[in-house]
């Protein structure tokens, strides 16, 4: 299984930041995984942003739920990430990762086990 | 609170052991995950539901929790260890990230 993120490196701040992962070897239908975002500020830590089930089901980090948005692309076998009105502090590596969650109650939690390579979004004028 | 703490570096000399602790009060009652992230690689799943590895992780990393601290022990550290780490529980489906600890094999 790879993931691969895609997306513009540079936006423009208050404008929405789009991200698409892309999903091979595995079914983004799969019922036994979520598909998450995470990011990384410069020389920080990890913050999960958010993740979808493939019935179309999201849950989001609270601090970003206003401006956050996961959605599926069946057709490609991918997902996406939208953050509207970004500012320099949206600036970060944005990973995409598979969640092993065996169900959709997440039963038993398995960690993120596939993680793409990640992308750089730098938000600036 | 809600936080994971980790301390923010650890210093360790080939050969010897590393423990990294991570505190947080969801410790109690939530199993704890592991990542190693190398310098300019993505992050890497070592360690989930407290102990158990992933296939290709080798045993000289070792997982544990008690009351409300989980602890990452490395055997035997080697060059390659050095990477930051980072804790991480799931709770009621929100995910929730240690700050991390560089570990330096000096």
């Known amino acids: 299984v790879q993931l691969h993120e895609s997306g513009p490196g540079l936006v423009k701040p208050l404008q929405t930041l789009s991200l698409t992962c892309t999903v091979s070897?595995?079914?983004?239908?799969?019922?036994?995984?979520?598909w998450t975002w995470v990011r990384q500020h410069p020389g920080e830590g990890l913050e999960w942003i958010g993740y979808?089930?493939?019935?179309?089901?999201?849950y989001y980090n609270p601090s970003l739920q206003s401006r956050v948005a996961i959605s599926l692309g069946m057709s490609r076998n991918q997902f996406f990430l939208t953050l509207s009105s970004v500012t320099a502090a949206d600036t970060a590596v944005y990973y995409c990762?598979?969640?092993?969650?065996?169900?959709?109650?997440?039963?038993?939690?398995?960690?993120?086990?596939?993680w793409g390579h990640g992308i750089t979004v730098t938000v600036s004028s | 609170s809600s936080e994971l703490t980790q301390p923010p570096s650890l210093a360790v000399s080939p050969g010897q052991t590393a423990s990294i602790t991570c505190s947080g009060n969801?410790?109690?009652?939530?199993?704890t995950s592991w990542y190693r992230q190398r310098p300019g690689q993505s992050p890497q799943l070592i360690i989930y539901?407290?102990?158990k590895r992933p296939s290709g992780i080798p045993d000289r990393f070792a997982g544990s929790r008690f009351r409300d601290t989980a602890t990452l022990t490395i055997s035997a550290t080697q060059a390659v260890d050095e990477a930051d780490y980072f804790c991480?529980?799931?709770?009621?489906?929100?995910?929730?990230f240690g700050g991390g600890t560089k570990v330096t094999v000096l």
């Open positions: 990762a598979r969640v092993d969650c065996t169900n959709e109650a997440c039963s038993y939690y398995h960690g993120l086990d596939v």
């Open positions: 070897g595995q079914s983004i239908s799969d019922a036994s995984v979520y």
């Open positions: 979808i089930y493939f019935t179309g089901k999201t």
């Open positions: 969801k410790l109690w009652i939530k199993e």
């Open positions: 539901e407290d102990f």
């Open positions: 991480q529980v799931w709770d009621s489906h929100t995910l929730l």
